[in-house]
């Protein structure tokens, strides 16, 4: 893993979305890096997660109330926001879930995190998210959500200076990731069969980074707004 700016020693981290495959990282390099490691879920994290995390809480990110006093609880001098319904179906189905996880979610912390001032809040973008054009079309039910948080973000900057970079997060691989339909453990997987894995045409322009550089990526900018080196903006971890 690449060297971490900042120290983290005696601070608290909260990561929303812990068991997940970049949250399950991150929280395993806070608690290396000193830090005191709060994670969140919706369901019981597995065996193997419960020694990852310093205190595990059980919490419903729709609630505005059980965000607002986990917070309040807690008093993290960071919150890394990876939770989230991640998927670019593109069917209607997602709408609602998307809404729901990815901006319901983002809202009810930057709304507790205003009225906790110490606090930073480093927020989870995505590759669907277009940017600032003015005129979007935005590809799926994730992209609209993502986008609407990524604003309600530098809103919240702006006008009640609550600190949010937000990390633009592109095609992720590495290890211990659950999901084998991604593209790397999938085509992986295919050619230890000895079967071609399908892709696509080529057409579209990607690249795919190292969860650890993600997770190095992620600290670097919590690092900065705990040093207080700068005022926050949007970062970008890859692309």
């Not at 969140?40 to 994290?45: A, E, I, V």
Request: aromatic letters at 8%; hydrophobic letters at 40%; proline letters at 5%.
């Amino acid at each position: 893993m690449a060297e971490i700016t900042g120290s983290f020693d005696g601070k608290t981290a909260l990561v929303t979305g812990a068991t997940g495959f970049i949250g399950a990282h991150l929280v395993r390099a806070l608690r290396t890096a000193g830090a005191s490691a709060h994670g969140t879920w919706r369901r019981s994290p597995s065996d193997s997660s419960l020694k990852d995390a310093n205190r595990w809480w059980k919490i419903d990110l729709w609630s505005g109330e059980e965000v607002d006093r986990l917070v309040g609880e807690i008093q993290p001098d960071v919150v890394f926001h990876l939770a989230g319904h991640v998927s670019g179906a593109r069917s209607i189905d997602g709408v609602l879930p998307t809404f729901q996880d990815d901006l319901v979610s983002t809202l009810h912390l930057l709304l507790a995190i205003s009225r906790h001032h110490l606090c930073r809040l480093v927020l989870a973008g995505s590759m669907e998210d277009p940017g600032k054009g003015g005129h979007e079309v935005y590809s799926s039910p994730y992209s609209a959500a993502k986008a609407a948080a990524c604003g309600y973000a530098r809103m919240f900057h702006a006008l009640y200076d609550v600190p949010v970079p937000v990390a633009r997060i592109f095609m992720v691989y590495g290890l211990a990731q659950r999901d084998v339909t991604k593209r790397v453990p999938y085509s992986i997987l295919r050619l230890l069969k000895g079967d071609p894995p399908e892709i696509s045409s080529g057409v579209r322009k990607v690249d795919w980074i190292y969860v650890d550089d993600v997770v190095s990526g992620l600290m670097a900018i919590a690092g900065s707004l705990i040093a207080g080196r700068h005022r926050p903006h949007h970062r970008v971890v890859s692309e």
